[in-house]
């Protein structure tokens, strides 16, 4: 299943206690709360080991959430937008990452630009909720998907980075 180094970074992402979704007014700011704590000890984690690879921000009541997320092939930063809302079933259902340029250009994606994680990450959230929270979807669901996607694309010059024309990527 998942590495070494991937198994260590996601045990020290803080599981969550808080079973709630944006429905359940009253306890959904302290699962957002715990959220945003998972996500910051997550970034903490990733800067320390120079790994630093997305930015998110969201909405004032937590259901909308937007960034960037990057990955370096060949030396070169792929940058692209990330957005998400949380389903009115969360925690039982994770959100749908999308990255709306993306759209059309692999199959491992759904309209709109959403990407697919119903394979090997679906069943991961489904053993994990509701202690898997955004932290862990970033980690094991877009990271991973990132990193297998992005070199294809670009191997197929479906994506190019941008201070490199599209010839030189041919």
């Not at 394979?119 to 994990?128: I, M, Q, S």
């Not at 297998?148 to 994506?159: A, C, Q």
Request: a neutral charge; one cysteine or more; hydrophobic letters at 40%.
């Amino acid at each position: 299943m998942a590495d070494e180094a991937t198994r260590k970074a996601v045990s020290q992402i803080p599981l969550l206690k808080t079973h709630a979704g944006p429905r359940e007014r009253a306890l959904w700011p302290q699962r957002l709360k715990e959220e945003y704590q998972a996500l910051i000890r997550f970034v903490e984690q990733n800067k320390a080991a120079d790994n630093d690879w997305f930015r998110l921000e969201s909405n004032a009541d937590g259901t909308r959430w937007t960034g960037t997320c990057w990955f370096v092939h060949e030396l070169l930063r792929y940058e692209f937008r990330l957005e998400f809302d949380i389903p009115v079933t969360y925690p039982e259902t994770a959100p749908e990452l999308a990255i709306p340029e993306l759209d059309g250009k692999t199959a491992k994606m759904y309209r709109g630009g959403r990407i697919c994680l119903t394979e090997h990450f679906a069943p991961l959230w489904a053993r994990n909720a509701p202690r898997f929270g955004l932290a862990h979807l970033m980690a094991l669901g877009l990271g991973p998907w990132l990193a297998v996607e992005v070199p294809d694309l670009v191997g197929k010059g479906l994506v190019t980075h941008k201070e490199r024309p599209r010839e030189a990527a041919e």
